[in-house]
């Protein structure tokens, strides 16, 4: 492929929290013959802050780079053909930006699935919703899916694969930031986002495949629908090992239902759903979720308390993380998720 040609390549996020779709919409579109998206891993967003500034690389510099790409959350050598990599890098010397080199990597996922001319390549991680504005604009261009999913919930899921927060006021806010920002941005971009219910996307599934493969000028292939039938094939590639697979994506290894709509009502108590549309507050309407009740108390407002100061401590660390060296910054994003590791050992085995 001509270096001029993989610049063009068009590119695209599919973005939204944690436990919405984005592993499913992933799949999907992996199996797309004409579509190369890797699963997750976070080399777009955590090489970034280091090396968009390249104006000239070199073989040190690429060196450099795949030394940290193979270091990334959730990389491994499954994954990637690195040795290809490096090769079409050091090839493409004089052509490279960060741009340009996401779209290689891209190019290079060692994907399951049989693939014909390449017409778009992508990545996804739910993380980069909650730091949007950043990854907007690391390539020119770019289109998001965003996956927007009910946040109790998301909740529940979160709660029972033990991610993120154990609090639902927290996992609740970062819901709300989180569609707040794309909401904003959506009125000011629309040919640029298509947002997405994963309720939509789980019932007619054929339905909302077709538009997104419309939104980004690409012809619908059948193919997406029988991405199962690789998935024996997917644990190294798609979920880094079978405990990983296991433990976080069971339900995609399984034909697309609608059983997991709706679990609130039944599983959630009255306190937390209270704490939940408190935080949601008119954001929850507005994307068609109903609310359980008009009002959520005095003593709800009290009991939001923690877990909104935790989510304002975190929001505080990460704005003070920016004024470090780009050294530490990348250093802090690959431990990132460890204060919550020890919050989750601290909260036990206790259930929803």
């Known amino acids: 492929m001509e270096a001029e040609k993989i610049k063009n390549l068009p590119f695209f996020f599919i973005i939204g929290r ?36 390249v104006k000239k690389w070199d073989a040190q510099i690429i060196d450099n780079f795949i030394q940290d790409f193979c270091k990334t959350w959730l990389f491994t050598f499954d994954k990637f053909n690195v040795a290809q990599i490096k090769k079409d890098l050091n090839y493409y010397i004089d052509s490279l930006n960060y741009s340009m080199v996401c779209k290689i990597i891209a190019k290079n996922y060692n994907t399951v699935y049989k693939k014909e001319e390449l017409l778009i390549c992508g990545d996804k991680n739910p993380l980069y919703s909650q730091v949007f504005g950043s990854i907007f604009k690391i390539i020119d261009n770019s289109k998001f899916i965003h ?13 029972n694969t033990r991610f993120v927060s154990p609090s639902i006021t927290y996992n609740t806010k970062r819901w709300v930031n989180s569609v707040k920002t794309l909401d904003v941005y959506s009125k000011h971009y629309p040919q640029l986002i298509y947002t997405l219910k994963y309720e939509d996307l789980v019932t007619e599934p054929e339905k909302y495949l077709k538009e997104i493969c419309d939104f980004l000028n690409i ?56 704490k939940a549309e408190k935080v949601a507050g008119d954001w929850l309407e507005k994307y068609g979720y109903e609310k359980k009740f008009k009002s959520p108390g ?31 910054q990348l250093k802090i994003a690959l431990k990132s998720h460890i204060p919550f590791l020890y919050l989750w050992k601290f909260y036990g085995n206790k259930k929803i």
Request: proline fraction near 5%; charge should be positive; glycine fraction near 4%.
């Open 298 to 328: 005095w003593w709800t407002n009290f009991s939001t308390l923690p877990g909104l100061c935790l989510y304002y401590f975190i929001e505080w660390e990460r704005r003070q993380v920016k004024y470090l060296s780009k050294k530490w």
């Open 219 to 274: 012809p619908f292939s059948p193919e997406m629908l029988n991405y199962l039938d690789e998935k024996e094939s997917l644990t190294k590639v798609a979920f880094v090992n079978d405990g990983y697979k296991q433990k976080y994506h069971l339900s995609v290894c399984e034909k697309v239902n609608t059983k997991k709509i709706d679990q609130w009502k039944t599983r959630l108590s009255s306190g937390k759903i209270k």
């Open 147 to 159: 996956l927007v999913r009910d946040p109790r919930d998301t909740h529940i899921s979160l709660f």
């Open 18 to 53: 944690p436990r919405t779709g984005t592993t499913l919409l992933q799949l999907f579109f992996d199996a797309h013959p004409n579509v190369q998206i890797p699963s997750e891993c976070m080399h777009v967003g955590q090489l970034f802050i280091h090396y968009n500034g």
